[in-house]
């Protein structure tokens, strides 16, 4: 049986595997601004908490300019779904079940 995510911990306690709709909870729980969007910085966050390594703010940026549809410099709820394959590779989380 999977346990479900229970805040930022993921990755760091060997949570890696998500559905898609808890991977888009955990995301907003870096909308420091409750604005309904994932800002470049809020992003910056996640890569850093999951272990990103280096040039996170890099990679952060990577990640919104190729998930960000509508170019408004921001993911909302909708767009995090483009992030599925940056997760796997950057976030190294796995999105399961879509």
Same mark, same amino acid.
């Given at each position: @049986? *999977?346990i $479900?995510?229970?805040g930022?911990?993921?990755?760091?306690?060997g949570?890696?595997? +998500?559905? +898609? =709709?808890?991977?888009?909870?955990? +995301? @907003? #729980?870096?909308d420091?601004? *409750?604005? !309904? %969007?994932?800002?470049?910085?809020e &992003?910056?966050?996640?890569?850093?908490l #999951?272990g990103? !390594?280096?040039f996170t #703010?890099f990679k $952060?940026w %990577?990640g +919104?300019?190729? $998930?960000d549809a509508?170019?408004?410099?921001? &993911?909302?709820?909708?767009e995090i779904?483009n992030l599925? =394959?940056? $997760?796997d *590779?950057?976030? &190294?989380l *796995?999105?399961?079940?879509r």
């Open positions: @049986m *999977k $479900a995510y229970t930022r911990e993921i990755g760091r306690n949570v890696n595997d +998500l559905t +898609l =709709e808890e991977f888009k909870a955990w +995301l @907003m #729980t870096f420091e601004d *409750k604005d !309904g %969007r994932i800002s470049s910085e &992003l910056r966050q996640a890569v850093r #999951t990103g !390594g280096h #703010t $952060a %990577r +919104l300019k190729s $998930a509508n170019h408004d410099g921001y &993911l909302d709820f909708d779904e599925v =394959e940056f $997760a *590779k950057v976030l &190294l *796995k999105v399961v079940g």
